[in-house]
């Protein structure tokens, strides 16, 4: 199966001072796999540095066969490359279809973006009723699911989610990332989930890696992860 993200020995940090040290994972095509851990751990300084919003001070960042470890930010998402940022940041005062609709940025016919939207607004039954609603008068899990919808608007190869079920209840968690695992398999993704919600994200996944302190300390399946006791302990509330 071909790699679609491979990190090495990543170091990053912000202002000279080191919040990651030694990172190293991968990603297959079409796996999803998540980064879990506490607040504060790092999860989401990876997240930027892999989008090159936070500096990267040694090792490499490879995705899908091409090193993108010093590779300008803006050219990241026409490469296949969209991370979908905590808490969503849509546009308030545009609509929902407004909202999608600056996701694609494709070079091809208007027919073809049109064609895009109604495929992807198809795939999210909420918001193909809300099409015309101002963004900023969605609910939190709606919100969630529009900025997702806006991210798969451009046909990526790599989905990035940080913490998509902050402020979400347990119910709409649930439907985030049932909708999260359909996609996968609709769109062929390959996603990473960075989340302190341990319990579902290792239920969606395939593969985790656990930061801790800017670590990697623990990886493996999820059904591994899952039944450590260690990890039950920390984590799960066992």
């Given amino acids: 199966m071909n790699t679609i993200l491979e990190i090495r020995d990543l170091h990053a940090g912000y202002n000279q001072a080191a ?17 879990v851990g506490a607040n ?5 300084t990876l997240l930027g ?10 090792g490499s960042i490879h995705f899908d066969g091409t090193d993108i470890t010093t590779i300008a930010p803006h050219r990241l998402p026409a490469m296949g ?5 905590e808490g969503g940041r849509l546009f308030p005062f545009m609509t929902v279809q407004e909202n999608l609709e600056l996701g694609y940025f494709a070079r091809r ?3 073809d973006a049109k064609d895009r ?5 198809s795939l999210f039954p909420v918001l193909a009723e809300r099409r015309e609603q101002l963004a900023g008068h969605l609910s939190g899990g709606e919100r969630q699911m529009c900025a997702i919808a806006r991210a798969v608007m451009s046909r990526p190869k790599l989905l990035m989610l940080d913490e998509p079920s902050v402020g979400l209840s347990p119910m709409m968690v ?4 049932e909708l999260v695992e359909a996609l996968a398999r609709h769109e062929g993704l390959s996603i990473v989930l960075v ?3 341990v319990e579902e994200a290792l239920e969606l996944s395939k593969r985790a890696y656990v930061v801790e302190h800017g670590r990697i300390v623990r990886s493996g399946s999820s059904d591994d992860l899952r039944n450590d006791p260690a990890l039950q302990a920390a984590y799960m509330g066992a």
């Fill in 195 to 197: 989340e302190q919600n």
């Fill in 117 to 121: 939207l109604e495929e992807v607004i």
């Fill in 19 to 35: 919040v990651l040290e030694g990172i190293s994972l991968s990603v297959s095509d079409g796996e999803i796999v998540s980064i």
């Fill in 174 to 177: 649930g439907k985030v990332f």
């Fill in 49 to 58: 540095a892999i989008t090159r919003l936070v500096e990267v001070t040694r």
């Fill in 109 to 111: 016919s208007r027919q």
């Fill in 81 to 85: 490359l969209v991370m979908v940022p």
């Fill in 40 to 44: 504060g751990a790092g999860k989401s």
